[in-house]
Antibody, heavy 123, light 107 residues
Framework: EVQLLESGGGLVQPVGSLRLSCAASGFTFNTYVMSWVRQAPGKGLEWVSA????????YYADSVKGRFTISRDNSKNTVYMQMNSLRAEDTAVYYC????????????????WGQGALVTVSS | EIVLTQSPATLSLSPGERATLSCRAS??????LAWYQQKPGQAPRLLIY???NRATGIPARFSGSGSGTDFTLTISSLEPEDFAVYYCQQRSNWPLTFGPGTKVDIK
């Protein structure tokens, strides 16, 4: 059974930093694109970032480019999101999501999701 | 960036009725359009990928169609558990984008 468990959410002040982690199990981690998708309170879904199975390719939404960095440690089956220069508009539930199929290139669908980690940016 | 527009914003129907949801892209996404269902307090669930393929475990009452810029999600006969918000998402171009959602509520 695929499991994705996010951690690291919490309250942070504007311009502060936070690192989210997503621990994965139940599949061959290093062959799947992994993504972060967020949802502000009462709002819709926003794709944030994705990383290829090897970690060699990364992709970002314009809203976070230059502030957020996605990475993965395939030895630990974990994907990370380092979030710097946080703003109030980054307040959201952050979901970790796994692609539907193994692929070495191309863009993902989101077949499996974690339970989400709440990030609140406020003074 | 490809912008996805969904209509209607809200669809009020009764159990047993047919639901037809629309998603329009600002430029062609060929077939690379997916649909997700989200219930309050839950993570989204993948329903349809690549325009017309049901994801694993999705009931046959859910179907998708379309290509290019115009797509449709159809629920043939609404069950009580189908009242939720539905999002479309394109993976044709980076950045990946979602539509704003259609809420299907009980009439």
């Amino acid at each position: 059974e695929v499991q994705l468990l996010e951690s690291g959410g919490g309250l942070v002040q504007p311009v502060g930093s936070l690192r989210l982690s997503c621990a994965a199990s139940g599949f061959t981690f290093n062959t799947y694109v992994m993504s972060w998708v967020r949802q502000a309170p009462g709002k819709g879904l926003e794709w944030v970032s994705a990383i290829s199975g090897s970690g060699g390719s990364t992709y970002y939404a314009d809203s976070v480019k230059g502030r957020f960095t996605i990475s993965r440690d395939n030895s630990k089956n974990t994907v990370y999101m380092q979030m710097n220069s946080l703003r109030a508009e980054d307040t959201a539930v952050y979901y970790c999501a796994k692609d539907r199929v193994e692929r070495t290139s191309g863009s993902p669908n989101f077949e499996n999701w974690g339970q989400g980690a709440l990030v609140t940016v406020s003074s | 960036e490809i912008v996805l527009t969904q209509s209607p914003a809200t669809l009020s129907l009764s159990p047993g009725e047919r639901a037809t949801l629309s998603c329009r892209a600002s430029q062609s996404v060929t077939k690379y359009l997916a649909w997700y269902q989200q219930k309050p307090g839950q993570a989204p669930r993948l329903l349809i990928y690549d325009a017309s393929n049901r994801a694993t475990g999705i009931p046959a009452r859910f179907s998708g169609s379309g290509s290019g810029t115009d797509f449709t999600l159809t629920i043939s006969s609404l069950e009580p558990e189908d009242f939720a918000v539905y999002y479309c998402q394109q993976r044709s171009n980076w950045p990946l984008t979602f539509g704003p959602g259609t809420k299907v509520d009980i009439k």
